[in-house]
Nanobody, 127 residues
């Protein structure tokens, strides 16, 4: 059971990146999937998540209108499309799956509710 995040890199302010979260060993569409980021010296914060069943999506205010989370079930992958990137978006980004013990319909951006994490991918927004 493994999650792998990829797609980070260096981009200029106003640019775009698409992060991918690919799963192996399990079917990702059974899980709520979240994207998180961590700034140096800070705790990990939730950025966006997508439900396991009805396609609900959630975003923190600072990325609304700029970031879009989506699934490709055929590829067993969840994406985070990031547009209009700002220097303050610079962070290590992680994807994770929600602990299924919370039951169907539960959704959260609290990192403590997630129990399976991929490695991070660094996003740097700088001119």
């Amino acid at each position: 059971v493994q999650l792998q995040a990829s797609g980070g890199g260096l981009v200029q302010p106003g640019g775009s990146l698409r992060l991918s979260c690919a799963a192996s060993g399990f079917t990702l569409d059974r899980y709520v999937v979240g994207w998180f980021r961590q700034f140096p010296g800070n705790e990990r914060e939730g950025v966006s998540c997508i439900s396991d069943s009805d396609g609900r999506t959630y975003y923190i205010d600072s990325v609304k209108g700029r970031f879009t989370i989506s699934r490709d079930n055929a590829k067993n992958t969840v994406y985070l499309q990031m547009n209009s990137l700002k220097p303050e978006d610079t962070a290590v980004y992680y994807c994770a799956t929600l602990n299924m013990g919370y039951g169907k319909g539960y959704i959260s951006l609290n990192p403590k509710d997630y129990n399976s994490w991929g490695q991070g991918t660094l996003v740097t927004v700088s001119s």
